[in-house]
């Protein structure tokens, strides 16, 4: 069974640009989350859509955007770009299942931006 | 709010050591704990989890038990190899169904 995948792998983007990165939940799952990997932050949410609507956001500016699509895939848009926007660009999917939900993660998309 | 605390630094040890990774955490409630690898140049890759107290969570020789009175998820394991060189990633589940991640630590493993 085909994982999480993600495209492209690697991006360079110009400051100002916008970019979109897209993301191919596990066959059957619902939900996609996007979390961003920058160095030295960490991990961190960004955004949670499950049944084609935005569930959950973190703490990102509007230019961080996104959506799901009727067969569960999503787009990340980033308008706008600044340098430290260049980060690895996590997507992963799960099923909601009561209270225990396990997210599988996608290799991931590594965003430079110049 | 929730977080997850990790140790600081990297850790660099022997093949064949015993590794103890420690990991804490704030939360209200009783979220879902979770270990996750990060091998270098790839995604997160789920290690282990446990979702209640007392729980322990165990894969690949790694074991980490969910200790409620001490707030704590220490990955273990008994006798590392060089391929188990990657960063680890403690993880809470919070009950917005986002995860709230750890910083991380590089464990390296040295023949």
Redesign the interface.
Same mark, same amino acid.
């Given at each position: 069974e085909a994982g999480?995948t993600?495209s492209p792998t690697h991006l360079i983007k110009t400051r100002g640009q916008q970019v979109t990165l897209r993301c191919s939940p596990i066959s059957g799952h619902t939900?996609v989350?996007w979390?961003q990997q920058a160095l030295g932050l960490?991990?961190q949410?960004l955004l949670?859509y499950?049944e084609g609507e935005e569930?959950?956001r %973190?703490n990102f500016p509007p230019r961080f955007s996104g959506r799901q699509f009727p067969n569960y895939s999503s787009e990340l848009n980033v308008n706008a770009l600044e340098l430290e926007d260049s980060a690895l660009y996590?997507c992963?999917s799960?099923l909601?299942q009561g209270?225990?939900?396990?997210?599988?993660?996608?290799? %991931?998309t590594r965003l430079t931006v110049v | 709010g929730n977080s997850v605390t990790q140790m600081e630094g990297p850790v660099t040890l022997s093949e064949e050591a015993f590794l103890t990774i420690n990991c804490t955490y704030t939360a209200t409630g009783y979220p879902s704990l979770f270990w996750y690898v990060q091998y270098p140049g790839e995604g997160l890759q789920l290690l282990l989890k446990a979702t209640k107290a007392d729980d322990k969570g165990s894969n690949k020789g790694f074991e980490a038990t969910y200790r409620k009175e001490t707030t704590s998820f220490h990955l273990e394991k008994g006798s590392v190899q060089v391929s188990d060189s990657a960063v680890y990633f403690c993880a809470l589940k919070e009950g917005n169904n986002r995860l709230a991640f750890g910083k991380g630590n590089q464990v390296v493993v040295i023949p």
């Open positions: 999480v993600q939900s989350y979390y960490g991990l949410f949670w499950d569930r959950n %973190g996590l992963a799960s909601i209270r225990y939900t396990e997210a599988f993660f996608g290799q %991931g | -």
